[in-house]
């Protein structure tokens, strides 16, 4: 633990101005980032007597080891910047919201020529239209179901469009009228878009109007005595109401607002936000979070907007934000709203009628969603746990492994020979440390060999990562000199396992035991899980270690095993069907996609690109005459593919066909 007076700055030092802070630890890792209106007051706050502070603040700055800081000239860009910090190094002492789920929303990718619906879950993307995020697909699913009959836009893929396109007949969307059928002409690209267009305002919540014209089209076509139409139109309007009323009304006045309500304890904290438009829930998610830092329902609120509207600007920042605690600078957060949506924003408490009672409503949603985060976490932390425990006793290792790493080894045949890692942290995959290797020391099939390499050059990369960091300098150079400056962001192979585990026996187990004395790397344990009979084998031992069938210890390196194995398996596949996709171009040194992909286009196939002389080959835009001079010589080197057959003729094909951009005219079968 450092002394904060060790590193406080001298007096003065700080500027009496907005900022963004940053706290390091002796490593250079950052470890908090804060805001100020006041730089020298908000620093001064943490070194004053540490019994004085909360001991999560107290915790922070006994492990820092520096603090610096960045002057900005506005609040505004304070808060922006500490979103964006928070973001880019992921600071183990700040509150980070985790979503419970992934939530899933409805998409109109009106950035493309025939805009598209369909349900997407992530980041969101440019030139799309979101609505929600809903709870659960199928309820997206179904609403969309309803609305395809007054609105037949477009839902299929690219693929299964283009192949429309290809034979001259819609899909059976197109023949049950909930599709307009835009692939075979039905529609302009214009009269699809404006469908769109009116699929996305009902969503939006403007939906009264469009009734209303249903209605009068409906009476009208009746009093025409065009009694097919007006029934037609009839059920329009009844699945459009059935679609508003999936989602409930709340507010009378048609308001549009987000609503976030917090429930907290001493350790964890569950946000759940209501999106509201039109008076209707449209859409509901939720976090929670580890109270990691001194912070209120105030400090939660704000972190929680930062959050939420952080990547978001116009309608999707909603004209008003109800929260039950004001954050501390609230004309800030009001400006910084505003900046993001173009407009004024509303942030308030609810006091009384319709959005007070919603309120409460949104706060119970988070009462029960702390509750069932407490339930699933305390269950599962108690098996994971014992798991840990019995690995530990097993393998009669001095505490219980927080950190197991595994490898796995996989090829074809002695093909494509590659490599994984896979981690768990307290019991649990943490995706964003896996890793994936190229097997480079020999060609062809040997495990041993293998697994030695991957070993060796995932721990070689430890080590270099500890002298970056000066805690570990070599034994033979007595003055490594000052570490390197780091950036503070988390490194890839920066944080040691305390246990290895192979996938294999004695002979993998060995290779990767040795691959780590070689390197003088000896608080390791290594252990290796054998498929045939689930044994669990230490180095130099004899007889493997058996553990009871119903051991959560051998349930656990039994996913971990697993879990390197998927993951092994699915990058050597990806690399197999890049090979068997790869042509003679590919093997030109300088050639990209896209002057790849002009060469195909322009002469129609790679067939008919061999037989072209080097100044037709010049005649592509982007080729140059040694370009073209180096394509002609790699096709005339490139070894002609066997004649294609049709399997169910026996026919020699001839290949006068284009090939696809970017695609080899050679045709390949897998053994």
Known sequence: MADPSSYRPEPGQIPDSPGVYKFRDEHRRVIYVGKAKS???????????????????????????????????????????????????????????????????????????????????????????????????????????????????????????????????????????KCSAPCVGKVTPEEHRELAEDFCDFMAGRTGTYLSRLEKEMHAAAEEMEYEKAARLRDDIGALRRAMEKNAVVLADA?????????????????????????????????????????????????????????????????????????EDTPTLNQWLAERRGSQVSLRIPQRGDKKALMETVHRNALQSLALHKTKRASDLTTRSRALEEIAEALDLDSAPLRIECFDISHLQGDDVVASMVVFEDGLARKSEYRRFQIKSHLGQDDVRSMH?????????????????????????????????????????????????????????????????????????????????????????????????????????????DEAHRFAIQYQRSKRGKRLKSGPLDEVPGLGESRKQALVKHFGSVKKLKQATIDQICEVPGIGRKTAETVAAAL????????????????????????????????????
Not at 143 to 152: W, Y
Not at 286 to 314: N, P
Not at 636 to 650: E, F, I, L, R
Request: net charge negative; charged share 25%.
């Open 39 to 177: 730089l020298r007051q908000r620093l001064a706050s943490y070194f004053q007597d540490i019994a004085g502070l909360h001991p999560r603040t107290a915790t922070m700055v006994t492990t820092a080891a520096s603090v610096e800081w960045t002057v900005v000239s506005t609040e505004v860009e304070a808060l922006q910047l500490e979103y964006s910090w928070i973001k880019e190094f992921d600071p183990r002492f700040n509150v980070k919201y985790r979503d419970d789920k992934s939530y899933p929303s409805l998409a109109v990718t009106l950035g493309e020529e025939y805009p598209r619906v369909q349900v997407m879950r992530g980041p969101k993307k440019k030139g799309v239209r979101y609505f929600g995020p809903y709870g659960h697909a199928w309820a997206i699913r179904e609403t969309v179901d309803l609305m395809l009959r007054v609105f037949p836009v477009r839902t299929c893929s690219a693929g299964v469009f283009k192949r429309s396109a290809q034979i001259g007949r819609p899909c059976l969307l197109g023949y049950i009228g």
């Open 255 to 327: 308001t549009d607002a987000d609503l976030i309500a917090v429930a907290e304890d001493e350790l964890e904290a569950a946000v759940q936000i209501f999106h509201v438009r039109g008076g209707r829930v449209r859409g509901q998610r939720g976090w929670v979070t580890d109270k990691v830092e001194a912070v209120d329902t105030a400090g939660l609120v704000e972190h929680a907007l930062q959050q939420l509207y952080g990547e978001e600007k116009g309608e999707a920042v909603p004209k008003e934000v109800l929260v039950p605690a004001l954050p």
């Open 636 to 671: 005339a080197q490139a070894v002609p593919a066997g004649p294609a057959v049709n399997t169910a003729t026996g026919e020699i094909i001839e290949d006068e066909t284009p090939a696809p951009a970017g695609a080899s005219s050679e045709r390949g079968t897998e053994q």
């Open 453 to 561: 390499e991957v070993v060796s050059r995932r721990f070689r990369r430890y080590l270099q990562e500890k002298l970056k960091t000066g805690e570990w300098a070599p034994e033979d150079d007595g003055d490594a000199g000052p570490a390197p400056e780091d950036d503070g962001r988390p490194k890839r192979f920066a944080y040691p396992p305390q246990l290895v585990v192979v996938d294999g026996g004695q002979p993998q187990v060995a290779a990767a035991k040795r691959a780590l004395e070689e390197l003088g790397i000896d608080d390791v344990a290594v252990c290796g899980l054998a498929k045939r009979l689930e044994e669990v084998w230490l180095p130099g031992e004899d007889d493997p270690v058996v553990l009871p069938r119903t051991s959560e210890g051998l349930y656990l390196l039994q996913r971990v095993r």
